[in-house]
């Protein structure tokens, strides 16, 4: 099995080029897996990076092109309760 690499919310929406909101509607969609880490401080939601679509960007960092959606693959999280 692969090895996770878990970030913050907003490490996460870095990586992709989207706002915070994004990821989280995601996590919620079932597009990506939340990973729940209750020794955090912050909401202790994390998320794979690998599991996370890319922003493209030029050589300053600017986002030419945000990472696409990613497809509903599990169950959302608001049915799962």
Excluded: C, F
């Excluded at 907003?10 to 989280?24: E, F, H, K, Q, V």
């Excluded at 939340?34 to 493209?56: C, F, M, T």
């Amino acid at each position: 099995m692969p090895e996770l690499h878990l970030v913050t919310e907003d490490l996460a929406a870095y990586w992709t080029g989207r706002p915070a909101s994004t990821i989280r509607r995601w996590g919620i969609e079932g597009r990506v897996t939340r990973h729940e880490d209750h020794s955090q401080r912050r909401n202790g939601i994390r998320y794979d990076v690998w599991e996370l679509p890319a922003a493209k960007r030029d050589e300053n960092g600017n986002v030419i092109e945000r990472g696409l959606a990613p497809p509903i693959t599990s169950t959302p999280a608001a049915q799962a309760a």
